[in-house]
C-alpha cells in the first residue's frame, strides 16, 4: 500500500479541513457537523455516520497478500518505501523487534478470523496476554486496557469483563482497504464490518461506529437552533479566498514547512488555547516571521543564503498580507466549526457505556473522555476531538502512557 491520499495514517481536524482541501475542506466539514446533528436525532446512512476514536497502540494492518496469498501483519511501517510486512513469527522478530511480543499475539489469532482475502484491515490493538489489569478506582474494581493514554475500564462483575479475560488479544478495527493483484493499489475506506469475521474467544474484536444513538442524548430546541445559525453563519464566510489560504500553504518550501497555518494553531493549542479570531491573522504572522527568522534564516551560513532565505520570507508574508481579509476569516470560520464540534462531542460523550480514564504517575485515576469521534461522509472524513483537552493529556509529563509501563 503506498502511502499517499488513499492511505488512512492522517486524518483531518472538521475545524482545519479548509487548510488542507480549501473551499471544497470547509463545505465538507460543516457537512459533516451537520450530520453528527442528525445522527443524535435518527439513524444515519451508511454514507454519514461516526466512529468512537479509540486511543490504542499500535496501529496494526492485517490482511493477506494478494501477491503470494500469505496473511501478514504490519504497523504504520508497511508504508515505509521498503514495506515492513510480516508473514511470519521470524520476520515480527526480525521487522519490528520492540513490539514483537505484542504483534506475535495478534498475528497468530487474528489469522484465524477469516479477514476476506482481497481486504485488508487498519485497526487499534487495545490490549494483549498478560497487559489486562485489575485496579481499584473510586472505590470501584475494574478490569482496565491501558494501550496508549487512556485508560479503558469495564466493571468487574460485567459481561464484557468475563469475555476480556477469556481473550489473548482485543483489537477495534476501522479502516478496511481493498485493491488488485499487489498492496500498492489497495485504497482505503471508512469502517470494517466485523459481522464478516469468524469467532473466536481469543480475540476481543470489535468496530468504532458509534451505534444506536438516536434520542439518547439530545439537543433542546433552543440548542439545535443556536448551532444550526452557526453553522450557517460557517457557511457565510466559505469562499473561493479559502482556495487561496490553502494554495499559499501547498507552495511553502520544505524548509519554511513550520510556519504553516496548521503549524501556528498546534503551537497556540499546546499552550492551551485556541486564536483569538480578531488577531489571530496578525499574530500568524509575527510568527511566521519569528520563525522563519530563527528556524530558517539562522540556519544557513552563507550572506548570499541568508539574503535568499531573507527575501523568501519577505515574499510570503507579502503574499500573506494579500489575502489578510481571508485568513481572518478563516480563524472566524473555525472558531464556529470548533464550537459547534464541541458540543456534539459533549452529547455523544454521554451514550460512552465504558469508563474513561488518565492515570498519574502518582498513582490517581481522573475521569476522562474518548480522544473524540470521526464523522464520515463519502470518500472522506474528518476528526472531532476536544484538541485542549486531548493536548493536555499528550503533553503532561505526569500522565502514564500504556506503552511507557511496557518498556
Do not use: C
Not at 9 to 28: C, N, P, S, V
Not at 30 to 54: C, E, G, H, M, R
Not at 288 to 311: G, P
Not at 368 to 381: L, Q
Amino acid at each position: 500500500m503506498a502511502a499517499d491520499s488513499s492511505t488512512n495514517l492522517h486524518m483531518t481536524h472538521a475545524d482545519e479541513d479548509l487548510y488542507e482541501r480549501g473551499q471544497k475542506g470547509a463545505i465538507f466539514a460543516i457537512d459533516q457537523l451537520y450530520n453528527a446533528l442528525k445522527v443524535l436525532k435518527s439513524s444515519s446512512s451508511k454514507k454519514n455516520v461516526i466512529t468512537v476514536k479509540w486511543d490504542g497502540a499500535p496501529a496494526i494492518f492485517v490482511g493477506t497478500d494478494p501477491a503470494d496469498g500469505k496473511f501478514f501483519i504490519g504497523t504504520k511501517g508497511i508504508f515505509n518505501k521498503e514495506p515492513k510486512v510480516a508473514k511470519s513469527e521470524k520476520e515480527i522478530k526480525s521487522l519490528y523487534p520492540q513490539q514483537a511480543d505484542k504483534l506475535i499475539h495478534a498475528f497468530k489469532h487474528i489469522k484465524k478470523l477469516g479477514i476476506p482475502t482481497n481486504e485488508v484491515w487498519q485497526g487499534d490493538l487495545m490490549f494483549t496476554k498478560g497487559t489486562l489489569k485489575w485496579k481499584t478506582i473510586e472505590g470501584k474494581r475494574f478490569l482496565v486496557m491501558h494501550p496508549n493514554t487512556l485508560v479503558y475500564a469495564v466493571p468487574k462483575d460485567s459481561d464484557l469483563a468475563t469475555t476480556l479475560l477469556r481473550a489473548d488479544v482485543g483489537v477495534i478495527f476501522h479502516t478496511t482497504y481493498k485493491g488488485r493483484k499487489t498492496l500498492d493499489t489497495y485504497k482505503a475506506s471508512f469502517g470494517a464490518d466485523v459481522s464478516k469475521l469468524k469467532k473466536s474467544n481469543k480475540v476481543w474484536v470489535d468496530d468504532a461506529y458509534l451505534e444506536d444513538v438516536a434520542g439518547k442524548a439530545t439537543f433542546t430546541f433552543g440548542e439545535t437552533k443556536a448551532i444550526l445559525r452557526n453553522l450557517k453563519k460557517a457557511s457565510a464566510l466559505v469562499s473561493a479566498g479559502f482556495d487561496k489560504i490553502k494554495n499559499l500553504m501547498d507552495d511553502l518550501p520544505s524548509a519554511a514547512a513550520g510556519v504553516g497555518i496548521k503549524t501556528y494553531i498546534n503551537s497556540l493549542i499546546r499552550n492551551n488555547r485556541y486564536p483569538n479570531p480578531k488577531t489571530a491573522a496578525k499574530e500568524y504572522t509575527s510568527y511566521v516571521e519569528d520563525y522563519w527568522k530563527e528556524k530558517v534564516i539562522s540556519k544557513v551560513k552563507t550572506d548570499s543564503a541568508k539574503t535568499s532565505k531573507t527575501t523568501a520570507m519577505k515574499q510570503f508574508i507579502f503574499d500573506l498580507n494579500k489575502i489578510e481579509a481571508d485568513i481572518s476569516n478563516s480563524f472566524e470560520f473555525i472558531e464556529l466549526i470548533n464550537n459547534i464540534k464541541l458540543q456534539l462531542i459533549g452529547k455523544f460523550n454521554e451514550l460512552q457505556s465504558m469508563k474513561i480514564f488518565v492515570e498519574k504517575s502518582n498513582g490517581d485515576f481522573i475521569v476522562s473522555n474518548p480522544e473524540g469521534y470521526v464523522a464520515i461522509g463519502t470518500g472522506a472524513a474528518v476528526k472531532l476531538v476536544d484538541r485542549l483537552n486531548f493536548s493536555k493529556h499528550n503533553f503532561d509529563v505526569n500522565i502514564v502512557k500504556g506503552w511507557q509501563k511496557a518498556t
